[in-house]
């Protein structure tokens, strides 16, 4: 007799559960997602015992016949495709028809399913066989599985505790329901409602019934629209940032899914916003022409290829920082006008310092300090003189008086804090005072200009000093046509020179002499080492570097009359609140917070 044979139908469906029901959660999304296709306006969902004791899915769905009902007990039997066209233009969440089996061989199953016409028909399924007796006509289905694993001790042993098992359970009908507002969803766990989604198709609204609405409140509308797919949604404050990127939540087709470039790719795009410590805390439904979609690449679907990915990657780095971009704190607040009259001084601000500057009250020395003869928001490349001025003691900034259209912030400096920080007056009427990180202030000023200078022109010249890069030979590999090509589109041109070694023949004329080496190295490690390297995060990680370099640092004096020109100049960016890195520039302390310390409060 041969070795080979033909698995029997029970074992054949518990080797399926392996990969189809990992853990309670797991039962819950095939449940859910079943009565989702089957066309339900209202789920209810119950959960005992973190999903070990008993786990309840009700719905008002199309339901099913006898003859049906017995039949989706049967492996890859499923009313949701038919052919090999279908399996490419999958429009629904299941399809593969192995999560009822697969559930029912590891569990006691319970079904009561009508399609609301004739008799309904009742299913009892353990160990493989099925009892079937008519009951109500109720149009839907409430299926319940008891005893989850009860036949696999081993599997069932390694379930973690139930507050972890819960933990999933929530995070999967939270995602479910934030895929389908336009569903009902009740979710309890042991009879205690976890949430209650209305069903009236606002997202916002889910994102409210299921987080709270001080989350909801901190959300920003995003929108954009392709030939191929369209994106809506809503992307979180940074105010509401998260220490990991699971409350990155993104719908591909209805379908909670995980699309590494896109997520990547959002959290390039809050780099202006956020610390690199902190992801975004977004919601974002991915509507795409099915065809282009495979979801046939994960046992759980949980991850998918989208042909258009690196299409949709580079819409986001666009579009995101422009919605994030909102009215900012200077922004809301109304500007007396009597106190800041229409012409104000004009500084030329400091671009360099050298690495080892370190002013303390006790060092007396003379400093050398560069800046930029021009500075206005007319950018002329041709102005961008440089030269050197001599300061005696501490660094100042160079002053002149020029009249401008800029508006000035509602903001008067007060003192400077630890050389480090500014602190501000709040004269808008409101009370309060702000801090502001003089260092990062700087930077965000430094980096929006560069910004404007570098969309007009990039203008090269010869190293100052002649710099060879010594690779190592896996790096020299890596370093390809495409990639010494993105290099040179941010000023940086490279040519060979020896086996392992490149020699430097352009960088940007901006680029300070101590800093050549420094600034060329970083670049070519970050188009080393990343996958896949574009020209927007290049050019970003360049000017971002540059305005660093170039801003005031910390431990440095700052006279009021520069702050107050300073906090004009900020309020005046883009993005006033975050540095280029992402770090907070300005913190506001309100009246009724500096009251409550005091318990002043309801006086």
């Not at 719905?59 to 039997?77: E, I, N, Q, T, V």
């Not at 912030?409 to 003192?415: D, F, G, Q, Y």
């Not at 360049?542 to 906090?567: G, Q, Y």
Request: charged residues 30%; aromatic residues 8%.
């Amino acid at each position: 007799m041969g070795k080979v044979q033909v698995l029997d139908t029970k074992l054949a469906n518990m080797i399926a559960a392996g990969e189809v029901v990992e853990r309670p959660s797991s039962v819950l999304k095939e449940l859910v997602e079943n009565s989702i296709d089957a066309g339900a306006k209202t789920i209810s969902v119950y959960v005992y015992e973190a999903g070990r004791k008993k786990i309840v899915v009700e719905d008002d769905g199309s339901g099913m016949d006898h003859d049906d009902a017995l039949l989706a007990f049967k492996r890859h039997a499923t009313s949701k495709i038919s052919s090999t066209f279908d399996l490419f233009r999958i429009k629904t969440l299941g399809f593969r028809g192995e999560a009822l089996p697969s559930i029912a061989s590891v569990s006691k199953m319970h079904v009561v399913t009508s399609t609301g016409q004739g008799v309904g028909t009742e299913l009892k399924v353990i160990n493989e066989e099925i009892s079937a007796n008519d009951a109500p006509l109720r149009k839907g289905t409430t299926i319940e599985v008891e005893e989850l694993f009860y036949n696999t001790p081993a599997r069932l042993k390694y379930l973690k505790t139930d507050y972890t098992e819960n933990a999933n359970n929530i995070e999967v009908m939270s995602r479910i329901a934030l895929a389908h507002p336009e569903i009902s969803i009740k979710f309890y766990i042991d009879d205690k409602k976890q949430f209650q989604t209305t069903g009236r198709g606002d997202l916002l609204e889910a994102i409210a019934n299921i987080f709270g609405y001080a989350v909801a409140k901190s959300m920003v509308e995003f929108e954009y629209k392709a030939v191929d797919y369209e994106v809506t949604g809503y992307l979180g404050k940074p105010d509401i940032a998260k220490a990991s990127r699971y409350y990155m939540i993104t719908l591909l087709n209805g379908r909670n899914v995980y699309m590494p470039k896109v997520q990547t790719a959002i959290k390039d795009a809050y780099q202006d916003f956020l610390p690199p410590t902190k992801y975004p805390f977004c919601v974002l439904a991915f509507k795409v022409d099915y065809s282009l979609v495979d979801v046939n690449v994960h046992p759980s679907k949980r991850e998918v290829r989208f042909s258009k990915e690196d299409e949709l990657r580079l819409a986001l780095l666009e579009k995101i920082p422009e919605a994030l971009k909102p009215k900012t704190i200077f922004d809301e607040v109304s500007i007396n006008k009597e106190r800041f009259p229409k012409e104000t001084i004009e500084h030329v601000d400091i671009f360099k310092q050298s690495e080892e500057e370190n002013y303390t009250k006790t060092q007396e020395k003379e400093e050398k300090v560069t800046i930029f003869d021009d500075f206005d928001d007319d950018i002329n490349t041709e102005n961008k003189v440089v030269k050197e001025v001599e300061i005696k003691a501490e660094p100042i900034i160079e002053k002149e008086v020029k009249a401008t259209t800029r508006k000035e912030s509602p903001i008067k400096p007060l003192a400077q804090l630890n050389r480090a920080y500014i602190i501000g007056e709040d004269y808008t009427g409101e009370g309060g005072f702000y801090l502001v990180d003089q260092h990062a202030a700087m930077e965000r000023i430094n980096y929006e200009y560069f910004s404007k200078l570098y969309s007009e022109n990039i203008t090269t010249m010869m190293p100052l000093i002649p710099t060879i890069l010594n690779l190592k030979p896996s790096d020299a590999k890596l370093l390809t046509e495409e990639k010494l090509d993105l290099l040179k589109c941010v000023g940086v041109e490279l040519e060979p020179f020896g086996l392992n070694a490149y020699k430097v023949v352009t960088v940007p004329t901006w680029i300070q002499k101590d800093n050549e080496k420094e600034y060329v190295d970083d670049l070519v490690n970050m188009a080393l080492h990343e996958d896949k390297v574009d020209i927007f995060r290049l050019r970003k990680h360049a000017i971002a570097t540059m305005a660093c370099k170039a801003s005031l640092k910390a431990n440095m004096n700052c006279t009021m009359e520069e702050a107050k020109v300073m906090l004009d100049r900020l309020y005046n960016c883009e993005n006033p609140h975050n540095c280029p890195h992402g770090r907070p520039i300005i913190i506001k302390f309100s009246k009724y917070e500096i009251e409550k310390l005091f318990k002043r409060t309801g006086v």
